[in-house]
């Protein structure tokens, strides 16, 4: 036995080309997703939402802007209890708009 | 009031398993039940592993097999597999008390499933609304009467509304029945793929002799990278979906990115090969509330009572939610006609809901596996050193390397000791234990 063997590690994983196997009823007029205050955003250093997201809805603009992704959002709520600040206003989509599993 | 004020006897909010159930079993008993299900059809918006339990679907329906109900394959093999960074131990069992009639378990598609599981309410008499999302309830006297919806004119009331709404409850939450949000140690994020791969080949690649036999594996070890969670293979028809859950404290911890760490078991050299040339078909993601007890909100106040992921109803360790949300419908409906019959909505009235659940394996359960969730926070040694462990030892045990049997059994000690001293490996074994007994 090889103990001194590495560990495997993480690979890298275009989000965007896994979302494509997602089918989206996109709501044009209203976001279910906000943040609440951008500062916060802004101040926040290690911006946790970037990497714990599922489907890789938050992104940093410039650098430090938090940017979601909305359309993208598969509704699961991570953001919402995950973000340090509680500063995510996450509510269900419309009735009819949203993620739409085609397999669950 | 007005003549056109939209009135139903029972209000379900959510068409999943908890909520068509309700549904049907009140209309069975001759009551005026809406579904409200924000999605543009039941099951769009519910993502798990994952098998149904057929004690729960045939307990409302007892001719279920008889309607053609959309499964996939029966479990014929099911357990445990033990990952090392390269190996792989199976524990799983098949025939003997898995091959009961009928087979306990069935791979089931949400999207597929929860559709036909709400037809089957209709046919009892419910009636579905879909695309309408809850945002509130309506309120007399301090009471729930209805609930405010986001269509125009959407208010809809009914004397008791059965609270169905997943694992986000934040109506749940509104109605104070809980006073906080998802806990991030007691919460566990999901993420999967489903594969489609032919099935000639899922049985070559599975050791399954046609496409009715089916496997539910939960795995342990390299899958969760040492982090609270566990990883699962479930075997549909002509697709294989794999996934892997970790609790969001233990995510927000590593700073790992969830779709990596599944791509990562996808990528493992024991399981690449059971997907290789697979189509992804689909990814998603999903909240499992896996505080059971400790997360559980009030179950029911004036006017209301509540089912399902949204009364964190889930057994983490058994893969148990489903036949819960099933059985907790069942009662939550059977407890909405008792309250028509008395006449009486009142919370007091109502609780004899949680009376009924405490009688069954749901609330028994729970309080049972209450110190389950805080058990795997405090252990992650089960998901690292001990699937490592299993992989080392009957590696060695099986393979001679020419050397005496004494210095052998000395070599598969020294690979649990050098990672985990006896003692509190023993400790870890009692505290597991004690934390499945409830004591």
Excluded at chain 2, 289 to 303: A, I, K, N, S, V
């Amino acid at each position: 036995m090889d103990k001194n063997k590495q560990k495997r590690e993480l690979p890298q994983v275009y989000i965007d080309d896994m979302l494509g196997s997602l089918k989206y009823f996109t709501d044009e007029q209203e976001l279910h997703l906000a943040i609440i205050d951008p500062a916060v955003c802004q101040a926040c250093e290690d911006q946790p939402c970037i990497q714990f997201c599922p489907v890789g809805a938050y992104r940093a603009q410039d650098g430090r802007t938090v940017q979601i992704a909305v359309q993208s959002c598969v509704e699961c709520g991570t953001c919402r209890v995950l973000c340090p600040y509680l500063n995510i206003s996450w509510k269900n989509p419309r009735g009819g708009f949203g993620v739409s599993y085609k397999f669950g | 009031m007005s003549k056109d004020k939209l009135q139903y006897d029972v209000i379900v909010v959510g068409a999943g398993m908890a909520g068509s159930t309700a549904a049907a079993i009140a209309a069975r008993e001759g009551l005026n039940v809406a579904v409200i299900e924000r999605g543009v059809k039941p099951g769009s918006k519910n993502y798990f592993g994952g098998a149904l339990y057929t004690h729960a679907l045939v307990d409302i329906y007892p001719d279920f097999f008889d309607r053609k109900p959309p499964l996939e394959r029966p479990v014929t093999e099911t357990g445990f597999w033990f990952l090392s960074d390269d190996g792989l131990v199976k524990a799983t069992v098949q025939g003997g008390v898995v091959n009961s009639d009928p087979i306990d378990a069935y791979v089931a598609l949400r999207a597929e499933f929860d559709p036909w599981w709400a037809e089957q309410a209709v046919a009892e008499g419910a009636f579905i609304i879909p695309k309408t999302l809850v945002e509130d309830f309506l309120y007399e006297d301090g009471k729930v009467v209805g609930v405010k919806t986001d269509r125009p004119e959407g208010d809809v009331y009914a004397p008791v509304v059965i609270v169905c709404e997943g694992v986000n409850n934040l109506l749940t939450q509104k109605l104070g029945l809980i006073d906080h949000d998802l806990k991030i140690s007691k919460t566990a994020l999901a993420v999967k793929q489903m594969i489609s791969i032919p099935a000639k080949d899922i049985n070559a690649r599975l050791g399954l002799p046609d496409n009715n036999h089916g496997m539910a594996i939960s795995v342990m070890g390299d899958v969760s990278m040492g982090l609270a969670g566990l990883g699962f293979l479930y075997t549909a028809k002509g697709a294989l979906s794999l996934g892997v859950g970790v609790t969001l404290d233990a995510l927000q911890e590593s700073g790992i990115k969830p779709y990596e760490l599944l791509q990562r078991y996808l990528e493992h050299p024991a399981i690449a090969p059971l997907i290789k040339d697979g189509q992804m078909m689909e990814y998603g993601a999903h909240l499992i509330p896996e505080g059971g007890w400790t997360t559980m909100p009030r179950l029911y106040t004036d006017g209301v009572l509540v089912a399902g992921d949204a009364a964190s109803m889930v057994n983490a360790l058994h893969w148990e939610g489903t036949n819960m949300a099933i059985t907790a419908g069942k009662q939550a409906g059977l407890t909405a006609v008792e309250a028509h019959k008395k006449g009486d909505f009142s919370a007091k009235s109502l609780s004899t809901y949680q009376d009924k659940l405490s009688d069954l394996f749901v609330l028994q359960d729970m309080k049972q596996y209450r110190k389950f969730s805080a058990f795997l926070k405090n252990h992650p040694q089960f998901m690292d050193i001990y699937p490592t462990f299993i992989n080392d030892a009957l590696g060695m045990f099986f393979t001679g390397f020419g050397k005496p049997k004494r210095k052998l059994y000395k070599d598969i000690l020294r690979s649990l000791t050098s990672r985990r001293p006896l003692f509190k490996a023993i400790g870890d074994i009692i505290a597991f234990g004690r934390s499945i007994i409830g004591i």
